[in-house]
């Protein structure tokens, strides 16, 4: 154990900056399936996504709107 401790530098916080977990990150590429996209499910993905970014982007524009009207023009 002794002569690995200089081996596992830099592994400490590795899933954080990958998102994966290790099993996933030293897989070997031909145990994993390869997976074909489905478009259908992927547009479903994508219109779900737009549909929130939509309702983000209106709640900005209303929060907007109202600290506009509170703005006095001071004359």
Same mark, same amino acid.
């Given at each position: 154990?002794?002569?690995? +401790? +200089?081996?596992?530098?830099?592994?400490?916080?590795?899933?954080?900056?990958?998102? &994966?977990?290790?099993?996933?990150?030293?897989?070997?590429?031909?145990?994993?399936?390869?997976?074909?996209?489905?478009?259908?499910?992927?547009?479903?993905?994508?219109? @779900?996504?737009?549909?929130? &970014?939509?309702? @983000?982007?209106?709640?900005? @524009?209303?929060? &907007?709107?109202? &600290?506009?009207?509170?703005?006095?023009?001071?004359?």
């Amino acid at each position: 154990m002794r002569g690995r +401790g +200089g081996a596992r530098r830099g592994w400490r916080h590795m899933f954080w900056a990958t998102g &994966l977990p290790g099993w996933m990150r030293c897989a070997p590429a031909g145990d994993a399936p390869v997976a074909t996209p489905n478009p259908e499910m992927e547009k479903q993905f994508v219109q @779900q996504r737009a549909d929130f &970014l939509q309702s @983000q982007m209106d709640a900005i @524009q209303k929060r &907007l709107s109202a &600290l506009a009207s509170r703005e006095a023009p001071k004359e």
